[in-house]
Every structure is written in C-alpha cells, then in structure tokens.
Nanobody, 120 residues
Framework: QVQLVESGGDLVQPGGSLRLLCEVS????????IGWYRQAPGKLREEVAS???????DYADSVKGRCTISRAYAESTVYLQMNTLKPEDTGIYYC??????????????WGMGTQVTVPG
C-alpha cells in the first residue's frame, strides 16, 4: 500500500512563505512523476508544480518565480517552497504521485491535502 501525506499548510499573511511537505510511504516502490496540485474554493483542482523522474521541474504560470519544487530521494519526500504568497494562493494543496509497486504496477496516488490560507 502506497500512502502520500502532506503537511506544512498554514495561515500566512500576504508576502509570507511556506514550505509544504509530501511524504510517500510504502514498500517496494519507485516514484515516477510527482507533483503538487491545489483546489481553491469553488474552483477546479489545478496543477501547481511537478517533477518528472528525471528531475525536470514544471510550474504553473501563476507560481513561476515564487515556488520551488524539490525532492529528497533518500527520504521519499517532496517539498514545495512557496514565497511571496498571495490571497489567490489560498486553497487545499494536494500531493500526487505516479508510483510503481511490484504488486500492482504503476498507479496514481493522492494525499488528503493540506490547507493554505492567505487572507485578502
């Protein structure tokens, strides 16, 4: 069983910073692509940042220059450093990964999310 657990969400004032963490746990797995998504109230879930297995990052235009996605391979942890936060960054942030496990092959997994609130 593969599990993703996000943490680090908080209420932060505009212009502030946060670092979100996504810990991937389970046995006999390889993480392929992994990324962060967010869902604002009344809006569809959107991709914020992602990392391909080769380490190449990709960012939504709305966060380019303000966010950095990184991965600690030994810890199976992915981080999202968010700077110069804006009210429009408010939402639930989800981690998603395409993971290979020998028992089931490659599948997409999602965490339960962590709330980020930036008051307007």
């Amino acid at each position: 069983q593969v599990q993703l657990v996000e943490s680090g969400g908080d209420l932060v004032q505009p212009g502030g910073s946060l670092r979100l963490l996504c810990e991937v746990s389970g046995s006999f797995f390889t993480i392929n692509d992994i990324g962060w998504y967010r869902q604002a109230p009344g809006k569809l879930r959107e991709e914020v940042a992602s990392l391909r297995r080769d380490g190449a990052p990709d960012y939504a235009d709305s966060v380019k220059g303000r966010c950095t996605i990184s991965r600690a391979y030994a810890e199976s942890t992915v981080y999202l450093q968010m700077n110069t936060l804006k009210p429009e960054d408010t939402g639930i942030y989800y981690c998603s990964a395409n993971v290979y496990a020998s028992s089931v092959g490659s599948r997409d997994y999602w965490g339960m999310g962590t709330q980020v609130t930036v008051p307007g």
